[in-house]
Structure formats: structure tokens, C-alpha cells
């Protein structure tokens, strides 16, 4: 499934508490703030995809702090966004060596984790995220985890994290269509449908990989028309969608 969230909440500051000797999270030197303010810089280049200068403002707060485990973690998403994995992997977990509780730091590396094809081993990391009681978004990490429990075929796992993470922000999107996909691989297809329709009615338009779902959930409940509808709003909109060559294919 495509990505559930903007990943960067981390740069409002730290949420967890350090254990190596090399960073003090209660410091307060203009070391510090200079760090603090780059990277946030960082995360605001990084929502609009300005990746360049988002790697050079992370250079700046490194320049001011080099073990502020912030920059080490912005820096991580902005290589992921470059798919170059190994240094984003290197940088998320330098940044957990050097604070080793911080929610959004293991929520980021979860999801990295799992959009590189290690589904069951970014599950940890979001539980670890949500055992911090401070920590500000658990429906991000519960959503995740339900995420990647689909994506690694942990059906019922996967439909309690999802539940968890609506049960906290009713009516979010990116749990519903996930609920949409867990019912529909356990074979509730009138579940599925319920959530599927949820989320169409909230959304402006729908992905290739979403439409190929309603197709899926319309034909296994019999309803050949609706089916068709969506598969020509498929075939319209993504004529080249792997999700379109699929079509022919299905039951």
C-alpha cells in the first residue's frame, strides 16, 4: 500500500530519553538550538520535497551538534525519499544508538523497515514506539503496524492494530482502506465493501491500487456491474498501471 503518513513529526523535538554519554537531551547551549533549528529547516524542505537543500540544512545542524539524534533521523527519511537504503538505514540507527527511546524515531524506522520488504521486522519498532505513554500520535504507529502485518499476511494482527488506530482517530483514511484490504483477504467481503465505501466517500479520487481492491471486493460479492464501473474508471485513469494488466487476470 502506498505510504500511510507524513513520517517527520520527530522535528517538534525529542520525545524520548538518551542513554549513550555522547548526547544530553535536557541540554540548553546555543549549540543545541542552532542544531534544533536546522532541522527543523530540514523536515519543512523535506514536506516539499526540496531534498537538496533539506540535506544541507541536516549538514548545518550536524556542523552545530554532531550527535543530535534528530538530524541523524531527518537525514534518514530524506535518503530513504532518495531510495539510497543503506544510508538511511546507517543514520536511523545511529540515531537510536544515541537515544535509544524515542518513539518517532523507531515509528520512522519501522516504516523504513517495511516498504523495503521486512514487514515482520518493523513490527518491533512500532511497539516499542507505543509503549513510551508520552508518546503524541500511537494512531500513526498502531496504523503502521497494521500496515505492515497486512503486507507481511498477519491478517489478524493486522485488523487489531487497524482497529486500535481507528478507535483512537475515527474516520482515519489510511486505516479504513486497510481494513477494506484485511476483511477482504479474510473473506468478509461485505465488511470489506463497508469500509471500502467509508473511505470512497471521503477521497477525491482513487488510487490504481485502491480501484483494483473495489474490483476485487464487487466481483467476490457478485455485484458484476459495480465491478465494471470501477474497472473502467481503472482502465481510464491508469491505462499503464500495473494494477490495469492485472484486470484480466482476476476471478
Not at 520525545?15 to 523536515?43: C, K, V
Not at 544515541?98 to 523504513?112: A, I, Q
Amino acid at each position: 500500500m502506498r505510504a500511510a503518513l507524513v513520517l517527520l513529526l520527530l522535528l517538534a523535538g525529542c520525545a524520548g530519553t538518551g542513554s549513550n554519554s555522547s548526547y544530553d537531551p535536557n541540554a540548553n547551549t546555543p549549540a543545541r538550538a542552532s542544531a534544533r533549528i536546522h532541522t527543523e529547516l530540514a523536515g519543512l524542505y523535506y514536506q516539499q520535497a526540496k531534498l537538496g537543500v533539506a540535506l544541507n540544512e541536516v549538514g548545518l545542524a550536524m556542523q552545530a551538534e554532531a550527535n543530535y539524534p534528530p538530524a541523524f533521523n531527518a537525514r534518514g527519511l530524506i535518503h530513504m525519499a532518495l531510495r539510497e537504503d543503506k544510508e538511511a538505514e546507517a543514520d536511523f540507527q545511529q540515531s537510536l544508538k544515541l537515544e535509544p527511546n524515542n518513539s518517532e524515531t523507531h515509528n520512522n524506522y519501522g516504516w523504513f523497515l517495511c516498504q523495503r520488504g521486512r514487514p515482520a521486522d518493523s513490527i518491533q519498532h512500532f511497539l516499542f514506539a507505543l509503549k513510551n505513554p508520552l508518546y503524541t500520535t500511537p494512531d500513526l504507529a498502531y496504523l503502521n503496524a497494521g500496515l505492515c502485518s497486512l503486507k507481511a499476511g498477519n491478517y489478524q494482527d493486522a485488523t487489531d492494530y487497524l482497529q486500535r488506530a481507528l478507535s483512537l482517530r475515527p474516520g482515519m483514511l489510511q486505516a479504513m482502506v486497510g481494513m477494506a484490504e484485511v476483511s477482504f483477504n479474510q473473506g468478509a467481503f461485505h465488511t470489506a465493501q463497508r469500509y471500502f465505501n467509508e473511505y470512497r466517500s471521503k477521497v477525491d479520487g482513487l488510487s490504481a491500487e485502491h480501484l483494483l481492491l473495489a474490483v476485487r471486493i464487487e466481483r467476490a460479492l457478485g455485484n458484476r456491474g459495480n465491478a465494471a464501473a470501477y474497472a473502467d474508471e481503472l482502465r481510464h485513469n491508469y491505462p499503464d498501471a500495473t494494477q490495469t494488466k492485472l484486470l484480466d487476470s482476476l476471478r
